[in-house]
């Protein structure tokens, strides 16, 4: 069948090593859960009369923290606040985790993997529980826009190498 030049056959993917040892690089999500989950609502019932439309701040940060060697939690954090002119709306404070499995990789693989790619897995099913606790706080789902995850780990890795040469980091 290899003769044949089809597609499936002629990946070449390595294989298993002769003695037995698993040396292929991997990485993947092992488990993924709400770690904590903030509502507020402050201003209900009155906030649902206002009649202006609130202004949304919305702050996110990635953390991650290594279980053992081959695992790491990566939190995805998102403070969603809404505020109008009357007061703040609401406020959902939301700490997604992710239990990430990997073996096989040099350091920095594993770095853009926990901080780029892991974020990038986690970010839609985090996004479906802001939007679930704002429909539940009683205003319509807010459906965050995506992140480019690598596009920002690869702004904060030049802006690092750039502050360890003693480079201005940002434009003038």
Not at 64 to 75: K, P, S
Not at 163 to 169: L, S
Request: proline residues 7%.
């Amino acid at each position: 069948m290899a003769d044949e030049g089809n597609v499936i056959s002629d990946l070449d993917l390595g294989g298993p090593v002769p003695n037995g040892e698993d040396t292929l690089p991997s990485a993947g999500i092992i488990s993924q859960y709400v770690k904590d989950l903030s509502v507020e609502n402050p201003n209900a019932p009155e906030c649902f009369q206002w009649t202006d439309s609130p202004q949304l701040d919305v702050q996110f940060n990635i953390a991650a923290r290594a279980i053992n060697a081959e695992v790491h939690e990566v939190e995805l954090k998102i403070v969603l606040t809404a505020k109008a002119d009357a007061g703040t709306a609401y406020i959902v404070d939301l700490t997604y985790a992710g239990l990430i499995g990997y073996r096989n990789l040099d350091d920095g693989q594993a770095h853009a993997f926990i901080f780029a790619e892991a974020p990038r897995i986690l970010f839609p099913f985090a996004r479906r529980v802001v939007a679930d606790a704002v429909r539940d706080a009683g205003f319509p789902p807010l459906m965050l826009e995506p992140i480019d995850f690598n596009g920002l780990y690869m702004q904060q890795l030049a802006a690092q190498q750039q502050a360890e040469q003693g480079e201005p980091v940002g434009t003038a």
